[in-house]
């Protein structure tokens, strides 16, 4: 099958183009990858991956950022704001509070619009540039929305953006609106923007970059390709386990993409691939259901809630992809409450971190998978967050503490600390 960890180096088929191509992880089709813009199968409508003929190799990362990893990308440069080298946070309190042998937070929140949406779109606006396209789209639950803004006007770029009518947070929608992106506002949810942006794509009214389009997860890869080598600068050795938040499972499938290549190009023992574990809000984890009935596809959910807005997802498209690599990895899915994730949030917060609600998710799961004894104390652990905390200034300034109104005196200000 297409997506086991094999180690059967790749052959380019006729329409590969430098050695990219695009392949279907259902039937196995082959397309050209910058003729026509297509994002899913034209036979089966299956997912589309990115292929390549050479297969990257740790010595051939050099620089910094996402294009460090060109090896493993489609082109040697991209539409950029500096994105990628994100920070892999240690945080002992919290790691001995939890109670593993390792824990170090990959905060993705430090990148140029504040999410690792920024690392798919430097990939993805390139490709954009390169099929010729000049309008771009996107739904969003608000983070792609203020990426795409960002890197669409710095590469020159019309830009459409559509999302839930009141389920954004405020930081997102200000990113996406002073970025120049025309903000539909959609009296739907998440799910009901991507429907309505697919059938706007697919009647060429604009490039879709949602993470359904493969080489936005290309550029993703670099997440876990960062980890990867922070790990082994560190430990000298790779994480036992990657602990990430899920909304379009996307990101599982992206990282799980970049551990088989390096499986593929012997750079990793199979052994060794870090356990994908998923985490999704009590409220919106068709993911979870999934894994816990043993089930092969995911049912989507219709009505989701939770203060997790960014994962308020009730059907990821990425799940064909993101649920094999969940299970060949032998990782899991957990869902948390809303309250846990808060706590999580205050947690990191505590250690100079700020995510939004639902990067916390990540360590709210790590600390669930630890109470039920799925993680051991042994393990070396990465959690990923996802997003800044001023992305959502609302749920900070309610996780957080309140402002105390004081008199215009000092005499005052101290009859008040003393209180
Ligand atoms: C997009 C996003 C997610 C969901 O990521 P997927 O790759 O779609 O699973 C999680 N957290 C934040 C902050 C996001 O912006
Ligand atoms: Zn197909």
């Known amino acids: 099958m297409s997506l086991s960890l094999s ?3 790749p052959r380019a088929p006729d329409n590969a183009d430098d050695g990219v191509w695009l392949e279907c992880i259902d039937c196995g089709d082959t397309f050209a990858p910058f003729e026509d813009v297509r994002y899913t199968c034209d036979d089966c409508d299956g997912l589309l991956e990115v292929r390549y003929a050479d297969l990257p190799t740790f010595d051939d990362f050099e620089g910094q ?10 082109f040697d440069a991209g539409v950029s704001i500096q ?9 002992p309190r919290l790691e001995d ?8 937070i990959k905060h993705e929140g430090m990148n140029p619009t504040g999410s690792f949406k920024d690392r798919g779109m430097t990939v993805g606006v390139r490709v954009a540039a390169e ?16 990426a795409l803004a960002a890197y669409g006007s710095r590469g020159g770029m019309e830009t459409l953006v559509l999302l839930p009518a009141g389920k954004v947070a405020a930081g997102k929608i200000a990113q996406a609106s002073l970025h120049g992106a025309r903000i539909l506002e959609v009296d739907g949810n998440f799910d009901a923007c991507l429907d309505i942006v697919q059938e706007l794509a697919a009647g060429g009214e604009a490039y879709l970059l949602n993470s359904l389009n493969p080489f936005r997860l290309e550029g993703q890869k670099t997440i876990g ?11 000298d050795a790779v994480p036992d386990r990657i602990v990430l938040p899920v909304g379009n499972a996307g990101n599982t499938s992206a990282l799980y993409k970049a551990f088989r290549e390096l499986v593929q190009a012997g750079e990793l023992a199979e052994g060794d691939v870090p356990k994908l574990t998923g985490v999704q809000a009590e409220g919106a984890a068709p993911m979870v259901e999934a894994i816990e009935n043993g089930a092969d596809e995911v049912q989507r959910w219709d009505d989701v809630e939770t203060r997790a807005t960014a994962i308020r997802i009730g059907n990821p498209v ?13 990782g899991t899915a957990v869902a948390v409450s809303d309250e846990a994730i808060t706590d999580a949030q205050r947690d990191l917060a505590g250690e100079g971190i700020g995510v939004e609600p639902a990067s916390a998710a990540s360590v709210a799961g790590l600390r669930k998978l630890r109470s039920e004894g799925i993680a051991d104390d042994d393990e070396r652990v990465a959690c990923l967050t996802t997003g800044h905390l001023l992305k959502d200034p609302d ?4 996780a957080g503490r309140e402002p105390e109104p004081v008199p215009a005196d000092t005499a005052g200000v101290l009859e008040h600390l003393q209180n």
Request: net charge negative.
């Open 7 to 9: 180690t059967n180096q």
């Open 395 to 398: 749920a900070a300034a309610a």
């Open 225 to 235: 390709l960062e980890i990867l080598e922070g790990f082994l600068a560190d430990y």
């Open 65 to 74: 950022g996402v294009w460090r990893y060109a090896a493993a990308l489609p």
């Open 83 to 91: 994105e990628g080298a994100t920070p892999l946070y240690e945080v």
């Open 318 to 330: 990425n799940a064909p992809k993101a649920l094999p690599g969940i299970r060949e990895t032998g």
């Open 131 to 146: 099929l010729g396209v000049d309008r771009l789209a996107c739904a969003s639950t608000g983070n792609t929305s203020a």
């Open 97 to 104: 509070d939890i109670g593993v042998e390792t824990l170090r």
